[in-house]
């Protein structure tokens, strides 16, 4: 209707290629590009349609307490790894993502200003209730890198983050720029797109080397699927509290199964980014996670 | 090849809207196209209105269609996008993806992106077979010109082919290939029609109603399917419900009695629903009896206005003293009326009253108001847009003011949420006993469905009721309206606004 609606549009690019990956891993790598949790409808829709700062914040206020967690998840990874080869290749990946890649920005406060950028209110990010899929999300990857098998959290980490955030971001990106963010504030997905190619790439040759039998291939998976599948359900939980925003009683008849879906909302907030500090916190301490966590009978297989 | 045909949810993930609460409608256009080649080919549709939001990634990775076709009307336009969009993100470049519709119709250049190769315009059943062969045959996406109806990208360059003929007669359409939606069995209504099918026994109108764009899609020609062919239809349904997809049913008697004809000698026992204008009705009263005898239950007409003024303007070519009688007689059949009435963006609070009261007045069952609006291919289209303050098409749900109000918006909304509760009167004094008495049949066939609806109307009625919610749609969009000086703000709001 518009010219912008005849804007060029370009196909979201597929996960990099790492050079030369063994059969298996390039099977995983195709499983995770063709993930439900890497090409939820939402994303789509963020790309299609019409959704202005203020969705955009309502978006923004659930991602960014997951945003400071993902070197939590390193740090408790790097004390499990086996060998110092490996231990090396995570540390790697981890200074860049306390910020050397982004001047010294750390990624958190490069969030922060894509928030303001969308109008937040100071203390909102802290006071905003969090849906039950963000819990959930950080929960399940507290447990992986600090219960599982180190390839479970490698799997995770590896082709269930740095595989799946470019091709993720790059949906974004192109309606965050349509509605009116710039290069500077829309920075810190920019960057996610540019950055994690690399890190998969690092990831990539790890897991080729540790990935010798079916037994440790099958762990990789197993992490990379487990992450998946809460991250489709974080982009759900979010699409919901879009719709809430402007349309409350939308997502109230879902959750008492008036419109029939199969799968009505649980809950109630579990509680704010305050709260989530504090339950990381004590999870550091040894006590268990406040929000229950799924099993691995709701793994998302992608049949090949 | 394997095909993927799909119907979009027009909205995100739980959000209320008419389909979920009042009328849901398997996707008749898929149907239609698919039995045009499954004989030959591996044909899937999936009802996104019914899935989880995982489903379609699943189906997308795990079938692996060469094809994904997807239906469209203007609210769905950007959720029907983000289809193509998810099957070219999971399948690459190589999946080919095709839209079709009234909105790609009636405006293709706004759906020229990268992720959509091809675009159906008009009718589709011609069109799809030849592009289906001509992929098969493994020739060129980028040679497609021979097709005629299409419209596709060459490198930088877009192509219209040659205009699909619509000479075809429908009864030499292959039958819709309605087992394909065996799954979602059960799950399509109209209000407490709950199991319904859908049948299309005739494709376009002669009337030209300025705010409808049937006629133009059509060209405004009519063809009809023949009474045989529909009863061979219903026959074939196990539902015990059936909604006819006419945009106009009611026209030549004669075709109506042949079905009726047809309806008796084989002893079709279904309760179906219609689409038609009041005067036909008023005109023909003993077949209206004839046509309630042979299972029709509900009559579904655009009462548009209380107004005859705006009545001439809209070109409906329609008289309110029709409306009235048709109700009345309706009702005296034991026929259920769905009434569209609309309110107008310049209505002042008592216009509002008025129309509230004369649709009291009538006594009509499930009386709908909306909103008048210029949807695109329209007339009213191309007088009004210059007035339009969105294109943003999910606002062409005929539930929002797309022009300005002469009301501020808050009052215009506060005034239009409140028809729902206004005209329950209406719907108290037709669905009488005396009503529900004089059809115990129809009365047994609803009744699972009628405790469901009541739940959904409760749903809503939240969603309809709640003048916050029109204006939280607006927010960031369409600009609150208007302060101080209205005349001065107007004109600024809309330069402002239709540019985006
Ligand atoms: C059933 C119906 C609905 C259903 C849902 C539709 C569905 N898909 O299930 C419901 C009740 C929900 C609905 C709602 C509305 N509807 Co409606 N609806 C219809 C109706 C009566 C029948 C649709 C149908 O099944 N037709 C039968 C098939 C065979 O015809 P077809 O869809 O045109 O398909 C053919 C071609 O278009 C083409 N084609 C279509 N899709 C595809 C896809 C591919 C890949 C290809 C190759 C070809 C192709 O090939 C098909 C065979 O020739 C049509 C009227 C009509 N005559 O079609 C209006 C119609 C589609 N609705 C219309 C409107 C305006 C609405 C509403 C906005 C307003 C309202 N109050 O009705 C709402 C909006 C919904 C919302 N989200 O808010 C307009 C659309 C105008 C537009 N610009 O898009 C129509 C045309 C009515 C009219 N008189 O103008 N509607
Ligand atoms: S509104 Fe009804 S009568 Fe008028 S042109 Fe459209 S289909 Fe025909
Ligand atoms: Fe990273």
Redesign the pocket.
Same mark, same amino acid.
Request: with cysteine.
């Given at each position: 209707m518009s010219a912008i609606l005849a804007e060029k549009d370009l196909i979201p690019q597929s996960t990099p290629d790492a050079p030369l990956l063994p059969t298996w891993l390039s099977e995983l790598r195709d499983e995770v590009s063709a993930h439900p949790g890497v090409n939820h409808l939402l994303l789509s829709r963020l790309r299609t349609g019409r959704y202005t700062k203020g969705d955009y914040k309502v978006f923004g206020l659930q991602h960014y307490p997951m945003v400071g967690t993902f070197t939590r998840y390193m740090e408790l990874l790097l004390l499990r790894a086996p060998s110092s080869e490996q231990k090396l290749w995570l540390a790697k990946v981890l200074v860049d993502e306390y910020g050397e890649g982004s001047d010294g920005d750390d990624h958190a406060k490069l969030y922060l200003r894509y928030l303001n950028s969308m109008g937040l209110v100071s203390g909102e990010e802290e006071t905003t209730p969090l849906c039950s899929a963000v819990w959930e999300f950080i929960g399940i990857h507290l447990r992986i890198c600090s219960e599982e098998p180190f390839l479970v959290g490698l799997g995770a980490l590896g082709p269930g983050h740095e595989w799946a955030i470019p091709k993720m971001f790059n949906q974004i990106i192109p309606g965050l720029e349509r509605a009116g963010m710039g290069y500077e504030e829309r920075m810190y997905f920019d960057l996610h797109t540019e950055q994690d190619i690399e890190h998969a790439n690092w990831m990539s040759q790890a897991l080729a080397q540790l990935g010798q039998d079916e037994e440790a291939r099958a762990l990789v998976r197993r992490g990379a699927l487990l992450s998946l599948g809460a991250r489709f359900r974080f982009w759900t939980g979010v699409e919901r509290c879009v719709v809430a925003r402007r349309q409350p009683h939308s997502v109230d008849a879902v959750r008492r199964g008036i419109l029939g879906s199969r799968r009505p909302d649980r809950e109630e907030s579990p509680g704010n980014r305050r709260d989530l500090r504090t339950a990381i916190q004590d999870h550091w301490a040894g006590k268990s996670w406040p929000v229950p966590l799924p099993s691995d009978s709701t793994l998302i297989e992608v049949s090949q | 090849m394997r095909i993927l045909?799909v119907?979009p949810a !027009?909205f995100e993930c739980g959000r209320i809207? &008419?389909?979920n609460a009042l009328?849901?409608?398997? !996707? =008749? @256009?898929?149907t @239609? +196209?698919a039995a045009c080649v499954e004989g030959d080919h591996e044909v899937r549709i999936i009802d996104m209105r019914l899935e989880e939001a995982d489903t379609l990634p699943r189906v997308l990775s795990s079938f692996k269609p060469d094809l994904v076709?997807?239906?469209?009307?203007?609210?769905?336009a950007y959720q029907a996008q983000a289809v193509l969009h998810c099957a070219k993100s999971i399948l690459g470049e190589e999946v080919f993806t095709?839209? *079709?519709?009234?909105?790609p119709? &009636?405006v293709p250049e706004e759906h020229d992106f990268e992720y959509i190769d091809a675009i159906?315009i *008009?009718? =589709?059943?011609d069109?799809?077979k030849e592009l289906i062969d001509h992929l098969e045959s493994g020739n060129s996406r980028q040679s497609l010109e021979e097709i005629d109806g299409l419209a596709f990208r060459r490198g930088a360059e877009r192509v219209h082919t040659g205009k699909r003929s619509q000479a075809r007669e429908l009864d030499t359409f292959p039958t819709p290939a309605r087992h394909l939606l065996d799954e979602y069995k059960g799950q399509y209504f109209f209000a407490s029609a709950m199991n319904m099918a859908?049948i #299309?026994t005739s494709?376009g109108c002669a009337f030209d109603c300025n705010f409808?764009? +049937?006629w133009e899609?059509y060209e405004r020609k009519v063809r009809f399917l023949s009474s045989k062919a529909i009863a061979d239809q219903m026959e074939m349904c196990d539902e015990p419900f059936i909604f006819f &997809?006419?945009?106009n049913f009611l026209t030549r008697p004669q075709r109506l009695v042949e079905l009726c004809d047809e309806i008796e000698t084989r002893g079709i026992k279904k309760f179906w629903m219609i #689409?038609g204008r009041t005067d036909f009705v008023v005109e023909n009263a003993d077949l209206m009896r004839r046509m309630r005898d042979c299972g029709l239950m509900m009559v579904l007409s655009g009462f548009e206005t209380n107004d005859a003024g705006t009545l001439e303007a809209l070109r409906k070519d329609n008289t309110r003293e029709n409306y009235i009688k048709a109700a009345e007689l309706l009702n005296e059949l034991s026929i259920i009326t769905t009434g +569209?009435f609309m309110a107008h963006p310049d209505f002042e609070a008592q216009d509002f009253d008025d129309l509230y009261a004369a649709i009291n007045e009538m006594k009509i069952t499930i009386p709908l108001v909306?909103i008048n609006m210029p949807? !695109? *291919?329209t007339q009213s289209w191309r007088e009004n847009q210059h007035k339009l303050l969105t294109k943003d098409a999910r606002f062409?749900?005929?539930?929002h003011a797309v022009t300005p109000t002469k009301l501020p918006r808050r009052e215009f909304y506060e005034r239009y949420a409140a028809w729902n509760e206004a005209t329950e009167a209406s719907i108290d004094s037709s669905l009488s006993w005396r009503f529900m008495a004089r059809r115990p049949r129809l009365m047994m066939a609803m009744r699972s469905g009628l405790k469901l609806f009541s739940q959904r109307r409760e749903v809503l009625r939240m969603a309809l009721n709640d003048p916050e919610n029109y204006l939280r749609d607006e927010e960031g969009i369409i600009p609150e309206f208007p302060p101080s000086d209205p005349q001065e703000t107007r004109q600024e709001l809309v330069t402002e606004v239709v540019g985006v």
């Open positions: - | 045909l119907q !027009p809207g &008419l389909e009328w849901m409608s398997e !996707p =008749g @256009a898929l @239609a +196209i076709g997807v239906t469209c009307m203007t609210t769905d095709l839209l *079709g519709g009234h909105h119709t &009636l159906c *008009g009718e =589709g059943e069109t799809f859908a #299309q494709r409808c764009a +049937i899609f &997809l006419d945009d #689409q +569209i909306v949807l !695109p *291919g062409f749900d005929l539930l």
